[in-house]
């Protein structure tokens, strides 16, 4: 969806209510299909998986692709490709969204060179499953309260401990 829009400072960029769940070093991204020369060759990078979305962050600083972000109601045609040889890899289609930086559709290609390509795809399909469950719901009516009323202390605010909703992402594919 967005080039170069979520990365600062050679880390990851993510939205208020946002949670990384798993990452994955050494992952190849090859992208067909996109004029833009920010999207020619093979990058080399970091992939994170969020709540709301696949992040690619690039590890050569000086190429036009920084980083690269996939919201998952941009992605179709998403498949897991097991070859008999190499790498194990993630491919589909990515649409561009207003202000991206690009225009268009674009293929990808993601090679997990060190593994790891089947746990990140089962923790993508689990986290795009709730994203979108969670969406389409107006919030309920608002009343009031009857008697006095007070802000509620810190920690009611933090994130469950049991992980997302009772589903907790894998770990151990991803030792780093």
């Not at 600062?8 to 996109?34: K, P, R, T, W, Y």
């Not at 991206?100 to 795009?128: H, L, P, R, S």
């Not at 401990?161 to 992402?169: C, D, L």
């Amino acid at each position: 969806m967005s080039l170069n829009t979520a990365h600062v400072n050679g880390g990851v960029l993510i939205h208020a209510g946002e949670c990384i769940l798993i990452f994955s070093e050494d992952v190849s991204m090859d992208f067909s299909g996109q004029d833009n020369p920010a999207f020619k060759g093979t990058k080399i990078g970091r992939i994170y998986l969020t709540t709301h979305r696949m992040i690619f962050n690039n590890n050569k600083q000086n190429d036009p692709l920084l980083s690269f972000s996939f919201p998952f109601v941009t992605l179709s045609d998403v498949e897991l490709e097991q070859p008999v040889f190499g790498a194990n890899y993630i491919k589909g289609k990515v649409r561009a969204q207003p202000n991206g930086n690009w225009v268009g559709e674009a293929k990808f290609k993601v090679v997990f060179k060190k593994g790891g390509a089947i746990d990140f795809a089962q923790a993508m399909i689990k986290a795009a499953d709730m994203a979108s469950r969670n969406g389409p719901n107006s919030p309920p009516p608002y009343s009031p309260p009857a008697g006095p009323w007070y802000q509620a202390p810190p920690p009611a605010y933090t994130a469950t401990p049991t992980g997302y909703y009772g589903w907790v992402p894998p770990v151990h594919a991803f030792p780093d």
